[in-house]
């Protein structure tokens, strides 16, 4: 399959939830950051790692039957979005994500588009299901990178690694030990980053947890994830796509702690995304921790949904 050709795949319309769902007392209230600015998480190239016969999946670009659909989808001509990137503009509108309860069960699709429209956020239609991978580096460093000023929502705010989303397709919604997410991890990570998949084999990523999250946008535009963290440590190839990142860099934890001393002074224009401080002030440097102890095993709790909101 050619990369730059862009195929989904319909899953079957039957879709089991986990048997393992959290009960309510596994929601942990964490502390809350001020929230700031403007971000989605699309991307350029595409490609998905077939896991069953071709002849046993149905091609498709567009959905055509959404019953959980928030709105009926803007056309791509549409004036109030004439100004949005192309990549991007492209990829709002032809991504499916997937929707969840709050206790992570799939309860159906809609487009990036409509997942990420802020009056949709309020009206309790759009909670979607994320991923945030941690990458670190054999010194323990790790990479960060700053989204593209094209970027509909958070443009050029720093972040972690890889922010994104599984999509709607059957590679993407294996609920069994986070498999979807992580062969939607692997994709992004080439997708974003250039990184190849032999870099990144899915059996090395670390569940660590999950959070579910809101933040505001530019008034228009918003967030709201169910997000899964996911850690590696590999030494890796970098080539950053710059439809969907503007700079990376590695940081050890000093590093760090300078960037965000830097962000909380509004020194040099510097911003983080919501859902990476979140992370930062709540789990990351103990985590940090277990990456150069070599004991992330001991951190994970893939029971809980730590809910932000």
């Known amino acids: 399959m050619s990369l730059t050709s862009r195929i989904l795949f319909t899953p079957p319309t039957t879709i089991k939830a986990s048997p393992c769902l959290p009960p309510p007392s596994a929601f942990c209230p964490l502390k809350t950051p001020s929230l700031y600015f403007n971000s989605p998480h699309p991307s350029f190239l595409r490609f998905t790692h077939i896991t069953k016969s071709p002849s046993s999946l149905f091609a498709r670009v567009f959905s055509s039957f959404n019953p ?26 032809e991504d499916e994500c997937i929707l969840v309860d709050e206790n992570d069960r799939v309860v159906g699709h809609d487009s990036k588009y409509n997942c990420h429209l802020w009056e949709n956020i309020l009206k309790g239609n759009a909670l979607h299901r994320a991923f945030s991978v941690f ?33 709607y397709r059957e590679s993407e919604l294996i609920d069994e030990d986070a498999l979807g997410v992580r062969n939607a991890a692997q994709r992004k990570l080439f997708d974003e980053l250039g990184i190849p998949a032999g870099d990144v084999p899915v059996d090395q990523f670390s569940s660590l947890g999950r959070i579910l999250y809101k933040a505001p946008s530019d008034g228009k535009w918003g967030e709201h994830e169910l997000d ?24 050890n934890q000093d590093e760090l702690k300078e960037l965000l001393r830097k962000a909380d002074a509004g020194e040099e224009g510097l911003k983080l995304s919501p ?16 990456v150069e102890k070599g004991t992330l095993e001991e951190a994970a709790d893939m029971k809980a949904i730590h809910k932000l909101t």
């Open 68 to 93: 959980t659909a928030t709105t009926n989808p803007p056309t791509m001509g549409d004036a109030p979005d004439a100004g949005m990137d192309a990549v991007q503009r492209r990829l709002m509108f």
């Open 228 to 251: 899964y963290l996911l850690f590696i440590v590999r030494d890796v190839s970098v080539n950053p796509n710059p439809d969907e990142v503007a700079d990376v860099k590695y940081v």
């Open 275 to 290: 859902w990476f401080r979140l992370v930062v002030d709540n789990f990351l440097f103990k985590w940090w921790d277990h």
């Open 135 to 167: 990458l670190f580096n054999s010194k323990h460093e790790l990479l960060l990178q700053q989204r593209s000023a094209t970027k509909v929502t958070f443009p050029l705010v720093w972040t972690n690694t890889c922010c994104s989303h599984p999509l």
